[in-house]
C-alpha cells in the first residue's frame, strides 16, 4: 500500500515537473522565436530578402564571421595551452591561474568592453603607442576582436581541463620514456581523449563568438558598415524603427544557433556513444 502511495506521488511529481519545463520552454524559447520569424515575414517575402541582402547586412555577417573563426582559432590554441599548463604541470600560482580563466564569466562584458577602452584607447599608454606605430584598437575591427577573444576565452578551456585531469600522466610519460616527441604524444594519446570535449567546447566558443553584444557594443562606434557585427545591425535596424528588417536580420541568427544547437547534440551524442 505505501509502494502504491509513493509511486502515485512520484509519478504526479513527474509528470508536473515535465509540464512546468515544458511551459518555461514554450514561454522564453518557443513564442520568442515565432515571434522573431512572424515579425521578420510581416512585410513579405520581398521584403524579408532585400533586409537579409542589404550591403550593411552583408557587411555585419562578414565582420561577424571574422571575428568568430579568429576567436575560435584563437581560443582553441590558448585553451589546449592552458588546460595543458593546469592539468600536466605543478608550479605556484596554478590556482590563480584557474581562477582568472574564470575572469569573464564573472565580469559584465560591458565592463570588460570599458577596460578595452581604459587600455587602448586614446589618452591611454598604450592606446597613444599603439597610435604611434598606426594602430588602432578601439572603434576600430581590432577591438571587436579583442572583445570577443576575451568573453569567449574559457569555452575551450574549461572543456578540456576535466578531461585532462581524468586522463592523468602515465600515458604520456610512459610515452615520453620511450622517446616520443611532445607533438607525437599530443596527437596520438592525449588529443583522442579529449576530442569530443574540445569539439564540444569549440561549438560554445562560436554559439557565444557570433551573438556578443555588450563588450563589442562598447568598443566598436557602432560605425555601419565597418565595425557593426550582426547583433550591433540588428540594434541599430531596430533603433531606427524598422522592425521587420531588424527581425529579418535576427532570424539569420536564429537560424545559425539553431545549426549550432544540433551540432551540439550531434557531438554529445557521439560522445556518449563512445562513452
Request: hydrophobic share 50%.
Amino acid at each position: 500500500m505505501e509502494k502504491s502511495i509513493i509511486y502515485k506521488e512520484n509519478k504526479i511529481l513527474k509528470y508536473t515537473l515535465i509540464t512546468l519545463s515544458a511551459l518555461f520552454l514554450v514561454l522564453m524559447l518557443i513564442i520568442p522565436l515565432i515571434t522573431i520569424i512572424t515579425e521578420a515575414l510581416s512585410k513579405g517575402l520581398e521584403s524579408y530578402i532585400k533586409a537579409v541582402s542589404d550591403v550593411y547586412t552583408f557587411k555585419a555577417m562578414k565582420l561577424t564571421l571574422i571575428t568568430t573563426l579568429i576567436a575560435i582559432i584563437m581560443n582553441t590554441l590558448f585553451g589546449i595551452c592552458t588546460a595543458w599548463t593546469i592539468t600536466k604541470f605543478k608550479f605556484k600560482g596554478k590556482n590563480l591561474l584557474g581562477t582568472l580563466i574564470d575572469l569573464p564569466f564573472a565580469i559584465s562584458p560591458v565592463v570588460a568592453g570599458l577596460v578595452f577602452i581604459l587600455t587602448f584607447g586614446r589618452g591611454s599608454f598604450f592606446g597613444d603607442l599603439l597610435s604611434s606605430y598606426g594602430v588602432k584598437i578601439v572603434f576600430n575591427t581590432y577591438g571587436i576582436i579583442l572583445a570577443t577573444l576575451f568573453i569567449t576565452f574559457p569555452f575551450v578551456t574549461r572543456e578540456i581541463i576535466p578531461l585532462m585531469e581524468s586522463q592523468g600522466t602515465d600515458e604520456e610519460e610512459a610515452a615520453a620514456m620511450m622517446g616520443a616527441s611532445g607533438f607525437y604524444i599530443f596527437r596520438k594519446i592525449t588529443l583522442p581523449n579529449i576530442k569530443w570535449g574540445l569539439i564540444y567546447g569549440i561549438i560554445l566558443c562560436t554559439a557565444r563568438a557570433m551573438g556578443e553584444f555588450g563588450a563589442v557594443s562598447v568598443v566598436s562606434g557602432h560605425i555601419r558598415g565597418k565595425t557593426n557585427t550582426l547583433p550591433l545591425h540588428v540594434e541599430i535596424l531596430y533603433n531606427e524603427y524598422q522592425f521587420a528588417a531588424a527581425f529579418a536580420v535576427a532570424s539569420i541568427l536564429v537560424i545559425i544557433a539553431i545549426i549550432i544547437l544540433i551540432l551540439r547534440n550531434i557531438v554529445e551524442w557521439k560522445s556518449k556513444k563512445e562513452g
